[in-house]
């Protein structure tokens, strides 16, 4: 990985989903604009906040789609995660860097 760039592997499908009522979402079903999570494979060595492991947040309308080794991933650069769920914060913090 080159300068501030992350590559990521998205953790869900974009198939169906399912309410916390139990109501199956179809994948054609209309939505307004979401964000998505993933988990960073790789990091640059301009990045500052993200590390490999970490969850990040970030727009789905913003990527760059790579295919190595038959396997999808997202490239991003660092100023387009929104957040970065990480488990080497304080005990009573909530993981989150906003």
Do not use: C
Not at 24 to 53: E, K
Not at 67 to 94: C, F, I, M, N, S
């Amino acid at each position: 990985m080159l300068h501030d760039r992350v590559l990521v592997r998205q953790d869900g499908g974009e198939g169906e989903r399912r309410s916390t009522a139990g109501i199956v979402i179809p994948a054609t079903a209309s939505m307004g604009r979401r964000l998505s999570w993933a988990t960073a494979v790789g990091v640059g060595p301009n990045v500052r906040s993200i590390v490999v492991g970490d969850r990040v947040l970030f727009d789905p309308d913003d990527r760059s789609e790579v295919e190595l080794h038959g396997k999808e991933y997202v490239l991003l650069r660092e100023r387009d995660v929104h957040a970065v769920a990480a488990t080497r914060v304080e005990p009573d913090g909530t993981g989150l860097y906003l």
